[in-house]
């Protein structure tokens, strides 16, 4: 008789375009049918749509007359490029993982502040 335990392999399959995406943060709530949605944003200044500049006597680019659109300088851009809708049981499982990887960062910045180095803060502003 074998005291080995029961085994499953999980096999992982990627599609040809899976590319990871940088975020800062995430909206959303709990949807109609009680699931958790996350939507994943960056947020970032915006661009512009277009830019007037005078021109200088001698033919060169002067100082900005015009900018598209006129609230350019008071707008953010929250740029959303994916989401996730979990069910309650993956949003538990989902949290507890985070959790974990949390406490590994942590870890990881205690030793380097402890050792002298400079390792940037794993915490930060959650945005909604």
Known sequence: MS??????????????????????GA???????????????????PLPNAITHEITPVGGIGAETEVEPSDLGRSLVRHVTNGVVLNYNTARDL???????????EAMEQASHEMGGNMPSPKSQVSH
């Open 95 to 105: 949290h507890y993982w985070l959790g974990e990887q949390l406490k590994a960062m």
């Open 27 to 45: 909206h959303g709530g709990i949807s109609p049918r009680g699931e958790l949605v996350m939507n994943f944003y960056l947020e970032r200044p």
């Open 3 to 24: 005291s080995k335990k029961p085994e499953m392999t999980f096999k992982y399959i990627f599609t040809y375009d899976y590319n990871p995406v940088y975020v800062n």
